[in-house]
Every structure is written in structure tokens, then in C-alpha cells.
């Protein structure tokens, strides 16, 4: 099969397509023919060596969509499914997985790619803020994949969005050093995906038993949050992420995302798609930060 491996760290040159054996699926496993591969912000920090990848060479990627061919429940070979691996291997002709979900027919699969892992990962983190009706929520990175769930999600629980974005996608530009001072106060719910030593401003922006939710770290660094910030007016700080957080119910919230596309409650974020061989040009899609949404690679 035609995989792109990954040859050490650095620009988008070290991901190689090279032809690879098929994996082979274990008991419990599915094995799946990829038909779309997601490309999100953290894998172009893996293939630089900004934050830790697996053993290399290694065939790379997390997220695709695609056909079961084999499983050990012979009513699935035929069905549509999406997975993420935590240990790679999905930028690939096919994917063994042990995780998956059902995609409806409704769905195509470059757009089930874009919306199963960040929708599911908005939604959990909707669920994990309890985000009200009239509570004002800031989005960061609004213009990213998760970001711009989190953007439709909490405007349809009736919530005041503010959004982030680089220059000319948002309310406030987060490339500007000192966007965190722009931003109004008041805030209920702030998505932190940015991260940095500046993350901390944003408690002064909160109101009381306010609730920030660190999930990211676009600018490359771990937030930092000053405790003495947090005590006095009760806010809370939530971190959220890794296979822990969903528990058992990572299937199910991706299950629930995907009916949320199919009935048209929530709208795809996509940005391209590219072949599988024009994989260096995907990451340098990202890398741009000139598009909005998901980068999504065709095998
Ligand atoms: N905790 C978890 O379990 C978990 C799971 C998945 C993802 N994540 C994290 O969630 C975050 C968002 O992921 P995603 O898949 O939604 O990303 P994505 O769709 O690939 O979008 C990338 C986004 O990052 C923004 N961005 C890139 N560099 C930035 C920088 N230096 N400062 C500020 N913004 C920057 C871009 O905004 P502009 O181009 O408009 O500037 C764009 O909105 C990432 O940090 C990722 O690691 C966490």
C-alpha cells in the first residue's frame, strides 16, 4: 500500500510516500481502506519535533475515515467508519484500528474526517464548561478546526460568541502580542487552545465562577495560569484531554457529533483537500495559516 512515513523531524520533506506493507488487524481490531485523512495543527508540531512523536520512521497520521474490509463482526465489512489513532499510522491505504465509529450514509467521508474528532471534541468540552444561554464564551482560534464547532455550538445554546482568529477571520486577531488585552470583560467561558505564558491575562477578563478549559497549545507552549488569579472570585480551570477525558464515551460523542452533521445541526469545517502524494503540501497548508478549517489528505 502507498503510506507516507515519517523520516525524523523537521519541514514538511522529512514525510516520505513510500509503498509499506498492509498492516494486519488483531483480534478486536478493524482494518479499514482509508477514503480521507484529517491533518490537524498538532501533527505539523509532531513532524517538527515542537512537541513528541512516536519512534521514526513510522508511518504517520491519527485521524481517516474510510471502509472496513475485515473485522471479527462480519455485518461491518462495507461500512463507512472514521478513527483516531493515538499511535499513528493513519496517513495510510489502510488503518488498522481498534477504536471506531459508524458514519451515516449522509456523510461523505472527507467531510466525516473534518467534523468526527473535532466535533466530538467540541462537544466534550461544551459538556465539561456547561455553557448557558446567555453566558458570553470566548473562542479561541476560531478559524481551527475544533475552534470553529465550538464557535457554532455555543451560538446555538444561545450564548455571545467572541472569537479569535489570525488577522481579518475574527473579532480579535491573536497574532497582535497583546490580544488578551482586547478582549471584553465579563467572559464566562474561555476555550484556551493557544496556550503560552500569557494565558494567565485571561483570568482578569473572567466573571465570577467564570470556567476556562485548556485544551492546546497552537503557540507551541503550555499555558500558565496563575493560581493566585483563580482564587477570590471562584473561577475554574478545566483541563481537558487524551483518551481520559472522554472515558468509555469517546465512541458515543463521536457517534453524537456525526448525527449532528448528518442533520444538518452542525455545518463542516473544511478548509482543501489534497492527494495523499501531496501530503508536504498539506502540511505547509496548515503551517500558512491562511485557510480556515480542516486540511484533509484523498489516498
Ligand atoms: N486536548 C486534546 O485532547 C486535543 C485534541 C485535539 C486537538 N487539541 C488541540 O486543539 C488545538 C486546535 O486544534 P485543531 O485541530 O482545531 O486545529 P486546526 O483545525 O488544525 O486549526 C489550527 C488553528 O490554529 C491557529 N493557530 C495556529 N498557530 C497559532 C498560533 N501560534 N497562535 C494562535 N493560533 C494559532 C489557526 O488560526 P489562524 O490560522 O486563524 O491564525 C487555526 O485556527 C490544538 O492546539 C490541538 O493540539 C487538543
Given at each position: 500500500?502507498?503510506?507516507?512515513v515519517?523520516?525524523?523531524?523537521?519541514?514538511?520533506?522529512?514525510l516520505?510516500?513510500?509503498?509499506?506493507?498492509?498492516?494486519t488487524r488483531?483480534?478486536?481490531e478493524?482494518?479499514?481502506?482509508?477514503?480521507?485523512?484529517?491533518v490537524p495543527?498538532?501533527?505539523?508540531?509532531?513532524r517538527?519535533?515542537l512537541i513528541?512523536?512516536?519512534?521514526a520512521?513510522?508511518?504517520?497520521?491519527?485521524?481517516?475515515?474510510g471502509?472496513?474490509?475485515?473485522?471479527?463482526?462480519?455485518?461491518l465489512?462495507?461500512?463507512?467508519v472514521v478513527?483516531?489513532?493515538?499511535?499513528g499510522?493513519?496517513y495510510?491505504?489502510?488503518?488498522?484500528?481498534?477504536?471506531?465509529t459508524l458514519?451515516?450514509?449522509?456523510i461523505p467521508p472527507?467531510?466525516?474526517?473534518?467534523?468526527?474528532?473535532?466535533?466530538?471534541?467540541?462537544?466534550?468540552?461544551?459538556?465539561?464548561?456547561?455553557?448557558?444561554?446567555?453566558?458570553t464564551v470566548?473562542v479561541?482560534?476560531?478559524?481551527?478546526?475544533i475552534?470553529?464547532?465550538?464557535?457554532?455550538?455555543a451560538g446555538?445554546?444561545g450564548?455571545?460568541?467572541?472569537k479569535?482568529?489570525?488577522?481579518?477571520?475574527?473579532?480579535i486577531?491573536h497574532?497582535?502580542?497583546d490580544?488578551r488585552q482586547?478582549?471584553?470583560?465579563?467572559i464566562?467561558v474561555?476555550?484556551e487552545?493557544?496556550?503560552?505564558?500569557?494565558?494567565?491575562?485571561l483570568t482578569?477578563?473572567?466573571?465570577?465562577?467564570?470556567?476556562?478549559?485548556a485544551?492546546?497549545?497552537l503557540?507551541?507552549?503550555?499555558?500558565a495560569?496563575?493560581?493566585?488569579?483563580l482564587i477570590?472570585r471562584?473561577?475554574?480551570?478545566?483541563?481537558?484531554?487524551?483518551?481520559d477525558?472522554?472515558?468509555?464515551?469517546?465512541?458515543?460523542?463521536?457517534?453524537?457529533a456525526?448525527?449532528?452533521?448528518a442533520?444538518?445541526?452542525l455545518t463542516p469545517v473544511l478548509?482543501?483537500?489534497?492527494?495523499?502524494?501531496?501530503?508536504?503540501?498539506?502540511?505547509?497548508r496548515?503551517?500558512?495559516?491562511?485557510?480556515?478549517?480542516?486540511?484533509?489528505?484523498?489516498p
Open positions: 500500500m502507498r503510506a507516507v515519517q523520516h525524523g523531524t523537521g519541514g514538511p520533506d522529512v516520505e510516500v513510500e509503498e509499506r506493507p498492509e498492516p488483531n483480534p478486536g478493524v482494518l479499514i481502506r482509508t477514503e480521507a485523512i484529517g495543527f498538532y501533527e505539523t508540531q509532531m517538527a519535533g513528541p512523536a512516536g519512534p520512521p513510522a508511518v504517520f497520521g491519527h485521524e481517516a475515515a471502509i472496513v474490509v475485515e473485522a471479527d463482526d462480519p455485518s465489512p462495507g461500512k463507512r478513527t483516531m489513532s493515538y499511535t499510522g493513519a495510510a491505504e489502510f488503518v488498522a484500528a481498534s477504536q471506531y458514519v451515516p450514509d449522509a472527507v467531510e466525516a474526517v473534518a467534523a468526527a474528532v473535532p466535533a466530538s471534541m467540541a462537544l466534550a468540552l461544551m459538556d465539561a464548561a456547561d455553557v448557558k444561554a446567555g453566558e470566548l479561541e482560534a476560531a478559524s481551527g478546526a475552534g470553529g464547532y465550538l464557535a457554532q455550538l446555538q445554546k450564548a455571545h460568541v467572541v479569535t482568529a489570525g488577522k481579518g477571520k475574527a473579532d486577531d497574532d497582535d502580542p490580544w482586547r478582549v471584553p470583560d465579563g464566562d474561555v476555550f487552545s493557544i496556550g503560552g505564558p500569557r494565558a494567565g491575562e482578569a477578563k473572567l466573571a465570577p465562577h467564570g470556567r476556562i478549559l485544551y492546546g497549545l503557540s507551541g507552549e503550555l499555558p495560569f496563575p493560581v493566585a488569579g477570590g471562584g473561577l475554574t480551570l478545566i483541563g481537558f484531554g487524551g483518551p477525558a472522554y472515558g468509555k464515551r469517546v465512541s458515543a460523542v463521536r457517534a453524537e456525526l448525527g449532528l452533521v442533520d444538518g445541526t478548509d482543501r483537500t489534497y492527494p495523499l502524494a501531496d501530503v508536504a503540501a498539506a502540511h505547509a496548515v503551517e500558512s495559516r491562511e485557510g480556515a478549517g480542516k486540511v484533509v489528505l484523498v
